[in-house]
């Protein structure tokens, strides 16, 4: 199976800014789209960014400007890297990954177990 790792979260004020990571493993064949998506109290969760194995990305408007999505896919990690952090970006983000698993043919939807991220001051 697979195992998705995420860090980088915690507490941070107003205008500051924070770059979450989250690494990839197990019996992995390849990933395809990795994403980020978070969840906020009493909200549904929410796309916050994806990126293709090739390198495109797509984000959600209210973060166009201030998130980068990116990865390494020699080293099954993608990172978010968040400016100019508004208290109403606090929520538990979590790593999303559609992955082949060696000796299959299909790919699986795998979600990390989150990671808090607070904007107060």
């Known amino acids: 199976q697979v195992q998705l790792a995420e860090s980088g979260g915690g507490l941070v004020q107003p205008g500051e800014s924070l770059r979450l990571s989250c690494a990839a493993s197990?019996?992995?064949?390849?990933?395809?789209?990795m994403a980020w998506y978070r969840q906020a109290p009493g909200k549904e969760r929410e796309l916050v960014a994806d990126?293709?194995?090739?390198?495109?990305?797509n984000y959600a408007d209210s973060m166009k400007g201030r998130f980068t999505i990116s990865r390494d896919n020699a080293k099954n990690t993608v990172y978010l890297q968040m400016n100019s952090l508004k208290p109403e970006d606090t929520a538990v983000y979590y790593c999303?990954?559609?992955?082949?698993?060696?000796?299959?043919?299909?790919?699986?939807?795998?979600w990390g177990q989150g990671t808090q991220v607070t904007v107060s001051s």
């Open positions: 197990g019996s992995i064949f390849s990933i395809n789209a």
């Open positions: 990126i293709a194995r090739s390198g495109t990305t």
């Open positions: 999303n990954a559609r992955v082949r698993l060696i000796g299959y043919s299909s790919v699986y939807n795998y």
